[in-house]
């Protein structure tokens, strides 16, 4: 799972936050570091897609919240993805 | 390293930095600073110029594709005209006074802000730009006009009517013989008319053949000059095969090249220039 628009949309998930406590977040739970211009890149289309969206800054550093569309895209994503692992785990287990 | 950083920054999409170039510029701050942040930050400020130029490139390729949709559409439906002994004209007057009037607009921001070169120039070549645009746009846009046997049809001060035209088989050609009254348009200015119209009139039928004119008589002499309000009854005559089924007189006369500027110019090599009905 490599996907930098999903694993935006799994860190805010847990709540809002801002860019760099995005690329903390995703490196904890998902092993991985994501470079300012993947993390800016996915945040740009996230939120031309209207699945999240900014919310009152207090300093230079903007947050982003999961939108309910957003909400619903990524409960989409990880069914898909649930039905994808357990498939390849069954077959894995009987290759 | 960091200074590296900032500049493939600024990289970005213009629009994009306005949206969120403060925000990217906090975490660059928070992220550090290392080879893999900068190729990083160069590599996203690329993918973003390619995405922006995709839509713009798309779009205008769409805007394209509608606009010639429509001049095609717009192609296949010329305005005949009535045949009831009306004068049209190459109606260059508004163009030419709005010419006049972007000049001048031009001429008057330019002093105005001559301290300021790089800005004028940018305003300069939005106007012409946009006028360039409109002129090509209206011509894009406007029918073919067909002037019937009848009618009449004024190039700047000369007006040309066809009254009526007589065919004589020869073989698988035809010879045609075309009455034809030049007169002026000016209401004050007298023309000279000597053999011009050889010249400069042609015929073209359907399939965009030239014909040229083979001979030119006018029943009040070799020259003459044509006062405002009068006419000069004249005869051409020309060869054209039977499988030419429409003909139409038109001209190459060469006018100075701004004249291509007017709105409305029947020169404009965008425009779709009026005939004059012979077949």
Not at chain 1, 46 to 58: F, K
Not at chain 1, 62 to 89: C, F, I, M, N, W
Not at chain 2, 59 to 88: E, K
Request: proline share 5%; net charge positive.
């Amino acid at each position: 799972m490599s996907d930098p628009t999903l694993l935006v949309l799994a860190s805010l998930c847990g709540g809002e936050k801002h860019g760099y406590a995005m690329m903390e977040d995703i490196e904890r739970f998902a092993g991985m570091r994501l470079g300012p211009g993947t993390l800016y890149g996915a945040i740009t289309r996230l939120e031309e897609r209207g699945w999240i969206e900014p919310v009152a800054a207090e300093d230079r550093r903007q947050p982003y919240t999961l939108t309910t569309s957003g909400r619903e895209h990524l409960k989409t994503q990880l069914d898909t993805l649930d039905r994808v692992l357990k498939t390849a785990a069954r077959r894995l287990k009987h290759a | 390293m960091k200074r590296l950083i900032r500049l493939a920054a600024k990289l970005y999409p213009g629009p994009w930095r306005d949206r969120y170039g403060e925000e990217f510029e906090a975490l660059l701050d928070d992220a550090g600073v290392n080879g893999r942040i900068a190729f990083n930050v160069l590599t996203g400020a690329a993918l973003m110029q390619v995405q922006r130029w995709q839509k713009v490139g798309t779009g205008a390729l769409l805007a394209m594709g509608a606009l010639f949709a429509a001049s095609w559409w717009v192609g296949q439906r010329p305005y005949i005209s009535p045949g009831t002994h009306q004068v049209f004209r190459m109606d260059t007057t508004p163009g030419a006074l709005l010419e006049f009037l972007v000049i001048l607009v031009l001429a008057i921001v330019g002093m105005m802000t001559l301290a300021r070169v790089p800005r004028a120039g940018r305003v300069f070549a939005g106007i012409a730009a946009g006028y360039m645009a409109a002129v090509v746009l209206v011509s894009l846009l406007t029918p073919r006009t067909i002037v019937s046997i009848g009618d009449s049809y004024c190039w700047d001060l000369w007006c040309v009517g066809i009254q009526n035209v007589n065919a004589t088989p020869q073989g698988q050609n035809i010879f045609y013989t075309a009455e034809v009254s030049l007169f002026s348009d000016a209401t004050t200015v007298q023309l000279e008319v000597t053999d011009q119209p050889k010249r400069f009139f042609y015929l073209v039928d359907e399939q965009g053949r030239r014909f040229p004119i083979l001979a030119y008589a006018s029943l009040a002499g070799p020259s003459v000059t044509v006062k405002p309000g009068e006419s000069v009854k004249s005869s051409l005559t020309f060869l054209a095969p039977a499988d030419a089924r429409k003909l139409y007189l038109t001209d190459d006369l060469k006018w100075p090249p701004w004249v291509n500027l007017y709105f409305g110019s029947d020169l404009n090599p965008f425009h779709r220039r009026t005939l004059l009905r012979v077949v």
